[in-house]
């Protein structure tokens, strides 16, 4: 099924206002936001879409402390919309809402959305490097830091459940909906990957208990490194909490940063993704701290290196 | 040294408005490990540590630790809430665990201290 990855995660949350502030800090772009939430775009039009918890027009809350209502998927064509459907339908609930979209729950109890993926196409370039015996990444003149530069999340790239029952949650995804699982973290579960996108993964899933169920994370996709890294120092500076990061995982190979959010979840900045296709042999590690990253930095305020600071205090400090 | 000195100020009393949350460093670690909540007229003092996550600091900005309603102790790395008087985990992954208390000090001035590291907890075990 041409699934291509989630379009948007619907939350109810407690504190619309801190939220909308958040995630405008975060670099989302308010459109037909108000006092009671709205929808919160990256560049290509992904989005987060935020409502009071009390909003009657949300899907009911999955009863603990997530904020997540529900996951919208985008789908190709109206051809797979129609696959899904039939498929859900033969166990479950299928809704038709009048946007045109099917809505259902997952075995874990996860409000599903599908649509005709709602994704702008851009074009823009990815981070570039220069590296000795490699072609120029930039060429003459073109420097590589730029201060001012947007650092914008340029689509929603997945998101993490904590579910209770790992393995029935990943067979759903597998066998009716057609994800493929590219890489297993034992003991704690899959990196799932929908057929219709080439990313290592965009869903995750931790094997927690019942009480826990809900949103882990979620993050965007960054144009590299570096705007990973200058988006998540401007979040610090603007008095957010880095909870893990700046880092570089392994499965998937992409570097992170995670924040505490007021969406009851953590939000992170995500760049430089692995791709895979069919031929792609799933590993399986044990989860660890040093199976779930290559390194981990943590941010400082600027300083510069030089002489002594001014006065005995100051040099007795740096050394 | 008197036991006075060895105290750690944290701020004036009429500095904490009710229902206010507000983040310390009082022993200067470069990031907030206590939190003081006015709450009923009475400041609670908590480490500002997650017990789900092995201590993690809960805020998601500065001395935001509350919820909308102003009536509970969030985490914002899951959502989980904490009652204020008891610090017991009422929703959320850390259920039934509960926030370490500090205890605070209020001096005749209404001057709010913590104990100096290490001497600061009163385990919550005891409690």
Known sequence: MNII?????VFGVDDVAACSQYLSDYGLKPVDAGPAGGRFEALDGTAIVLAHKDDPALPASLGTASMLRKTIYGVADQQTLGAIGAE???????KRLPDGSIETVDDMGFVLGFQVTARRALALPAEAINAPYAPAGRPANVVGV?????????TLSHVVYFVPDAAKAEAFYVERLGFACTD???????????????????LFMIQT???MKGCEHFTFHMGGPTEVLQAGTRFVNKGYQSFWGPGRHKMGSNWFWYFNSPLGCHVEYDADMDLHDQSWQARAVPMSADASQLFLFQQQDKWAPGGPPPGAAGAAERH | MSRRAMLV???????LAERESRGFDPWSEGHDTVLLVRHGGKVYGWRDACPHHGGTPMAWRKDAYLNYDRNRIVCAAHGAQFDIESGSCVLG????????????TVSREGHIYIRPQGEEETSWQEQ
């Open chain 1, 5 to 9: 990855g989630p379009d948007a995660l």
């Open chain 1, 88 to 94: 859900l339908s033969r166990d479950r609930e299928v």
């Open chain 1, 146 to 154: 730029d201060e001012n530069a947007a650092a914008l999340p340029r």
């Open chain 1, 184 to 202: 297993r973290l034992l003991g704690a579960g899959p990196f799932l990957k929908p057929a219709g996108t080439d990313d290592h993964h965009t």
């Open chain 1, 209 to 211: 208990p019942p009480f």
């Open chain 2, 9 to 15: 100020f944290l701020c004036r009393d009429d500095e």
């Open chain 2, 93 to 104: 992954p850390c259920l039934g665990q509960s926030l370490q208390r500090v205890e605070l």
